[in-house]
C-alpha cells in the first residue's frame, strides 16, 4: 500500500512540475501588451486611436508575435515579428515589471521600420499596426490561447 502511495504522490507532482514548465516556456508577456495598449490605445479618444485599438484587438500577440507554425503544426510565442523583434532589442524577460523601460522601448522602437517604407511609429499614429497580419493569421491565434 505504501508503495501505490508513493508512486501515486510521485506521478502527481512530476504532472505538477512538468505543466508548470510549460505554461512558463510558451507565454508571452501581458504587461508589454498593456504598454503598447497604454500609449497607442490609450482612452479611444481620436480616430486613429480607434482604428489602432479595432486592430490590435484581432491581432492580438501577432502585434509582436509571428504566427507561422512549424513542421508540427505549432506557433510558438518564441518567434516574433520584425516589430517583435525591434521591441526585443530593448526589452525582454527580465524587464516584464519595468513599466518606465517597457514605455521607452515603444518609443525607440517608433523610429525603426521593416525594410522600405513608413516607421513602426507613423504606421501607428496612423491607426495601422506596425506589421501586416493577416486576418487569418489573427483567426489561428485566437485559437492557440
Do not use: W
Amino acid at each position: 500500500m505504501k508503495k501505490v502511495c508513493l508512486t501515486l504522490c510521485c506521478c502527481v507532482l512530476a504532472l505538477g512540475v512538468l505543466g508548470s514548465i510549460r505554461s512558463n516556456t510558451a507565454s508571452a508577456f501581458p504587461e508589454f501588451k498593456k504598454g503598447f495598449d497604454k500609449k497607442y490605445v490609450a482612452d479611444e479618444s481620436t480616430d486613429a486611436q480607434k482604428a489602432i485599438a479595432a486592430a490590435v484587438k484581432v491581432a492580438k500577440c501577432n502585434v509582436c508575435h509571428d504566427p507561422k507554425k512549424d513542421a508540427e503544426g505549432k506557433a510558438s510565442k518564441k518567434n516574433r515579428n520584425a516589430y517583435g523583434e525591434a521591441l526585443h532589442k530593448f526589452i525582454g524577460k527580465k524587464d516584464k515589471k519595468d513599466l518606465d523601460k517597457i514605455q521607452d522601448a515603444l518609443t525607440k522602437v517608433e523610429a525603426m521600420k521593416d525594410g522600405e517604407g513608413p516607421t513602426f511609429g507613423e504606421l501607428i499614429l496612423q491607426g495601422k499596426l506596425p506589421v501586416e497580419v493577416a486576418a487569418d493569421d489573427a483567426a489561428d491565434d485566437a485559437g492557440d490561447e
